[in-house]
Each structure stands twice: as structure tokens, then as C-alpha cells.
């Protein structure tokens, strides 16, 4: 039986544009209206094609419009003011829980929020309703007010469901594969630079998981994938489907 690689091909950045990578895998472009009017002027087309998902914008924008922003003085300009915010973001020491919460800080006090869905933003649809968005809502103030916390979910494979009507009317439900190599989420590895797997004790079983990771401006949010190869055809679809009202899962 042969093998069967995959391999993903991007386009070339160039180097004075590289920090569209940075900002595009900080979800603080999502509250951030400059970063995501730094996104918007890029294409308006593709944004709005990619649903709005900066990581898949960037791997389709055609090379002769980054040869066009690579001498666009104006747009190089916004992009430094865009990196530069960011950057006094993260590293700020005047936030609220630094203020008022110095000594929690110093002794390295983490919050553990735990959800069944984040609604972070429309390019990440690992949510299904109001209780989603809500926990999305609480991981970004948290990341404004500097709150040590630290975010929990699962990572599904079919998210957020779209809905159309067939030629009768009747509502029709589809669930598009989330491809989560274009996604603004990235895989974690240890130290030797394999993927960090963990695994949880079932009756009989051992079921594991692949760690992935969003930035939410200051919050990282973790996210569980069990459809890898260790697990059972049953397990692996712990993770397959996110559906109906809030929190309910196949």
C-alpha cells in the first residue's frame, strides 16, 4: 500500500510584511479594530471569502499583491504601528489585575476555565450558541484585564453548522470539516518537538488527545483533539461534532 503524504504549500511573504503571521495567530485582531482593518485592506473579497479568517487569507492572497504592499509605504507604516500595539499589549505592566493583584502574580497563581465551546470569532467555529460566545467573551476580557487564566475546551472537527432551506422550505443543516492548519490555531509540542498528547482514563481504556492552541491576546486557550489514531473509531469521534442548541454534543 503506498504512502500517502500531505504537505501545504504557502505562498512567499516578504520579510517586511512577516508580521501579518504574528497578528493573524493573536485573536486580538478580532476586538482589535486596527489590526483587523490592517486585515481588511489586504482584499476586502478575500476577507469576506475566508470568512473572515486571516490565516486562510494569507495563504491565498496572490504573490503579486504582496509584492504590491511590500512598497506600499503607507501600509508598511500601519503594519509596524499594528505590531508595535500588540507588542506594548503583551508586555503592558499597568493592567488591572497587576494593579490591584500584584503578589497573585508573583507567586504564579494560573485560573483554569473550563467549556464545551469558546465563541471566539466567525474563523473559528468551536462554537454553537449564546453559552459559546459567552465563554469566548470572558477569556477576552480576561486577556484585557491581564487575569492569569487559562482556557480549557475541546477542538471539534465539524463546528458551527450552517443552515439553508431546501426547495420545500425545510430547514437543512450542514457541517463543514474545519481544517485547523488554516485556522488561527497552532498544534503544541515538547521539548524534542514532537505533538503533546495527553491521555484520560476511561472504564477499559485510555483516551488521548491532541493539544492545539489559540492565542487570545494575553489568554491561551487549549484545546483538546481525540480524533487521532490511538483511539478507538468511537473515541476518535468525541471530538467529531458540535450540533444543535448550546453545549449539546453528538
Known amino acids: 500500500m503506498p504512502t500517502v503524504h500531505a504537505f501545504y504549500v504557502v505562498p512567499y511573504i516578504p520579510p517586511s510584511l512577516e508580521g501579518l503571521q504574528k497578528l493573524a495567530h493573536n485573536l486580538r485582531w478580532a476586538w482589535n479594530h486596527e489590526a483587523f482593518q490592517l486585515f481588511l485592506h489586504l482584499d476586502r473579497n478575500l476577507w469576506e471569502k475566508t470568512a473572515h479568517n486571516p490565516v486562510l487569507m ?68 468551536n462554537y454553537s450558541g449564546g453559552l459559546g460566545v459567552l465563554a469566548g467573551d470572558h477569556l477576552k476580557s480576561a486577556s484585557d484585564l491581564n487575569i492569569p487564566l487559562v482556557g480549557v475546551g475541546l477542538l471539534y472537527q465539524q463546528g458551527y453548522f450552517r443552515q439553508q432551506l431546501n426547495g420545500d422550505g425545510w430547514q437543512q443543516e450542514n457541517y463543514p ?45 487549549y ?16 471530538t467529531d461534532q458540535l450540533y444543535g442548541g448550546d453545549n449539546e454534543m453528538r
Open 177 to 221: 470539516e474545519n481544517d485547523f492548519y488554516h485556522m488561527p490555531i497552532s498544534t503544541v509540542h515538547d521539548s524534542e518537538g514532537k505533538p503533546v498528547v495527553v491521555g484520560v482514563e476511561f472504564p477499559g481504556r485510555t483516551v488521548y488527545a491532541q493539544v492545539w492552541r489559540v492565542q487570545v491576546g494575553r489568554v491561551p486557550l
Open 58 to 125: 494569507l495563504s491565498q492572497l496572490p504573490q503579486e499583491r504582496f509584492k504590491e504592499l511590500e512598497h506600499d509605504e503607507a501600509f508598511l507604516r500601519r503594519l509596524e504601528r499594528a505590531l508595535r500595539s500588540v507588542e506594548e499589549y503583551m508586555n503592558s505592566t499597568t493592567t488591572w489585575f497587576q494593579r490591584n493583584y500584584a503578589e497573585a502574580l508573583a507567586q504564579g497563581v494560573r485560573v483554569a476555565y473550563f467549556s464545551m465551546e469558546f465563541g471566539l470569532t466567525e474563523c473559528v467555529p
Open 223 to 238: 484545546l483538546l483533539d481525540t480524533n487521532i489514531s490511538p483511539n478507538s473509531a468511537a473515541d476518535q469521534n468525541i
